[in-house]
């Protein structure tokens, strides 16, 4: 039952329930089959995130005074209860998503993937084979006895691994445990066979293995093995979660507890509860730290399951050509014509490389300011800011390391970059500098000229054809300054707090101005609606949690004005609340891209005002991340980007509504027809490419 007096969505409760989403869109049987499998991949991606990042939290909750979880209106035990029992059901259904309409949808195509069988004699060969050549310089099986081994047993966190039991053949009275990893970082997870039966085959690389492991324990005789995996490096953000005087008082309370942070064993369905409680007393882990995950686990992997045919596959959708980027005249000078609005992935990456490019060997180039959030080593951008830096730009970063890289990836990219003369400023602890923004300066005979990239994502062009973003480039006088006193505040590597004062009236900036803004513009609506003028919201995001805003939001709903919320993750605002919000509605939308974007959309009188952003509605970005807002100021972008929104809030086919518990309803009215939004803004692309653009601009 709600509580109308908390009137919030718990946050892992809307994670499982996008988690949900994900199966539905698996499920689908109007999705290429190997896109169902990707779609199965994410599930079991998020669901090990989930655990990794939430769990962690719950437990450490349930260690804290009771005031302060009611003042959070927070019941760990219960939450927790019911948050296993979810995962637990979802799971089920996963399985049966696999087992009962994919395995054999892949089979109806010709592919065959080998799921808890036997191999037919006709691929014998060829495993031993692979086995002998390719597998076995990687594995390194380990005993678990101390008379076999002068080493405990250690289990690399995020390392797949199977445990065995054995027996000696000539002694048959006593067990035998040892280990061995899969080395799927070395031929990923998916092993092809030779065809057969006129079919593709495909097999789990720790299926290979267990055929040929008496190759690796001559002597013994193998009697079952099973698949485990741990995960070491679980997260407690209570930083992020909640305000600074109650994280204070919840760390110092878990301080005084001599709370540690648990580990988490999954294992594979069917592993005997003595050969748990074996590893659980070799290893010291507690049995609560065990979680089943069906019979393959590292689900995840699916994402990666191999390209055997475009007919499992969406049809490629080539990359639509800007207009207003001519491959004869620079970027800058098409910036200078007017504002530039980009709509990825349907529309080429390339005037983005270009951007970059040019900066550096552009003589009249001077400066380049740019913001990294977790750069991949591969990215293009490092290259173009080399080649600026040796070419005698002065160009300045700022970055969060990528702890998902290993340090080693690290130091790399970071000395080549050093050693090229490249400026590094690292994120400060508590302020993580999340938005995507660059900044190039050029020194002309009339003065300075500034361009910015200003995105919704951030650089990632081998993620570009799988993530929906938007990105402007600019020259607006006042967008650019404002961008220049960013830039400039971040290289003291000071608290916002310190500055009393930065003039950001374009450019929005959470920690500066970007929540009171957010306030303002709802109050204005609501006065707008008080007034009998024009008024509605439309909140495009991927996360919407802060609670003053999310008060803000029922006060405009509760005042007559339109509030919806589309949602690509989770929400904690609740819709159809009777009296508190029966004027919002919330959608939920999943498609073949990954949805990345932030837009605000607010009616004002009929004179609408947009925005796009890096910033979820979060306490984490609002007030421990440098995150921006920015408006759309250009009217034939405006428009572009109201036909953008309106094709969200008519998609009847990849959205589901979400009722009081953040059930996944799908949309059943087709009055108007089938509505797919990513695809309806890829042809609104095509359109643009086809008309052409006589855009131009005043700054």
């Not at 037919?120 to 005993?143: G, I």
């Not at 799927?184 to 290979?208: N, T």
């Not at 080429?348 to 080593?377: C, G, M, Q, T």
Request: aromatic share 12%; glycine share 4%.
């Amino acid at each position: 039952m709600i509580d109308v007096s908390y009137p919030y969505f718990d946050p892992n409760l809307s994670w499982l329930s996008n988690n949900y989403r994900l199966l539905l869109e698996a499920k689908d049987e109007t999705v290429p089959v190997r896109e169902r499998l990707r779609f199965l991949g994410i599930y079991a991606y998020q669901t090990k995130e989930f655990f990794r990042v939430r769990i962690p939290s719950l437990l450490a909750m349930g260690e804290v005074s009771n005031d302060i979880r009611v003042k959070l209106n927070l019941f760990p035990e219960s939450l927790l209860e019911h948050v296993y029992e979810t995962v637990e059901n979802q799971l089920r259904e996963f399985n049966d998503i696999l087992l009962s309409g994919i395995l054999p949808a892949l089979a109806d195509q010709g592919v065959h993937l080998y799921y808890r069988q036997a191999f037919a004699a006709e691929h014998s060969a060829f495993l031993r084979k692979f086995f002998v050549d390719k597998l076995f310089r990687y594995l390194q099986p380990v005993f678990m006895d101390s008379r076999r081994s002068s080493k405990m047993p250690f289990f690399e966190s995020r390392q797949l691994y199977l445990v065995v039991r054995l027996q000696l053949k000539e002694d048959a009275d006593e067990d035998w445990y040892a280990t061995v990893n899969v080395p799927s970082e070395a031929y990923g997870r998916f092993v092809e066979l030779p065809e057969w039966d006129g079919k593709r085959h495909v097999a789990f690389l720790e299926d290979v293995i267990r055929e040929n492991m008496g190759l690796l324990f001559p002597g013994y005789t193998v009697l079952e093995s099973y698949t485990i995996r741990v995960e070491r490096e679980t997260e407690l953000a209570v930083e992020d979660e909640y305000p600074m005087q109650i994280t204070q008082r919840i760390l110092k309370q878990l301080e005084k507890r001599n709370f540690i942070q648990p580990s988490q064993y999954f294992y594979e369905s069917g592993m005997p509860l003595f050969m748990r409680e074996y590893l659980a007393g070799k290893a010291a882990i507690p049995m609560s730290e065990f979680h089943e995950r069906g019979h393959y686990i590292c689900m995840q992997d699916l994402v990666k399951f191999p390209v055997l045919s475009r007919r499992l596959d969406y049809p490629y959708q080539r990359p639509v050509q800007n207009p207003d980027f001519d491959e004869t005249t620079s970027v800058f000078e098409s910036i200078q014509k007017a504002d530039q609005l980009l709509h990825l992935p349907y529309q080429s990456y390339e005037p983005i490389v270009r951007f970059f490019n040019e900066a550096a060997i552009d003589p009249h180039v001077r400066e380049i300011h740019v913001s990294l959030y977790k750069i991949s080593p591969n990215s293009f951008i490092l290259n173009s800011l080399i080649s600026a830096s040796r070419n005698g730009k002065r160009v300045t970063t700022y970055v969060e390391l990528n702890t998902k890289l290993d340090i080693q990836q690290n130091l790399q990219w970071s000395k080549k970059m050093r050693d090229a003369g490249v400026k590094i400023i690292l994120s400060v602890p508590g302020l993580k500098v999340h938005a995507k923004m660059a900044l190039v300066k050029r020194k002309v005979q009339k003065g300075w000229e500034r361009y910015a990239f200003l995105g919704t994502g951030g650089f990632y062009r081998l993620t570009s054809r799988e993530i929906v973003d938007h990105a402007l480039l600019t020259s607006h006088r006042e967008l650019t300054n404002e961008l220049e006193l960013l830039f400039g505040y971040l290289s003291t590597q000071d608290e916002p707090k310190k500055y009393k004062y930065l003039p950001f009236n374009f450019l929005q900036v959470t920690q500066f101005t970007l929540q009171k803004r957010l306030l303002d513009l709802i109050d204005r609506e609501i006065a707008n609606c008080n007034a009998g003028l024009k008024s509605f919201i439309t909140i495009k995001i991927n996360q919407l949690q802060d609670h003053i805003l999310i008060d803000k939001l029922y006060q405009a709903g509760q005042m007559g004005v339109p509030v919806h919320v589309i949602v690509s993750e989770s929400c904690g605002l609740i819709s159809g609340l009777p009296s508190i919000s029966d004027n919002i509605t919330i959608s939920r939308h999943v498609d073949r891209y990954i949805e990345n974007t932030r837009i605000f959309h607010f009616a004002n009188r009929g004179n609408d005002e947009i925005f796009l952003s890096s910033c979820d509605w979060t306490h984490r970005n609002l007030h421990r991340r440098i995150d921006i807002c920015f408006p759309i100021l250009d009217e034939s972008l405006k428009n572009q980007m109201r036909m953008v929104l309106r094709n969200y809030a008519n998609d009847n086919q990849k959205s589901v509504r979400l009722d009081l518990y953040q059930n996944n309803l799908r949309i059943t009215d087709e009055s108007r027809g089938k509505v797919r939004a990513q695809d309806a803004n890829y042809r609104l692309v095509e359109k643009i490419e086809k008309n052409g653009s006589t855009r131009k601009v005043d700054h």
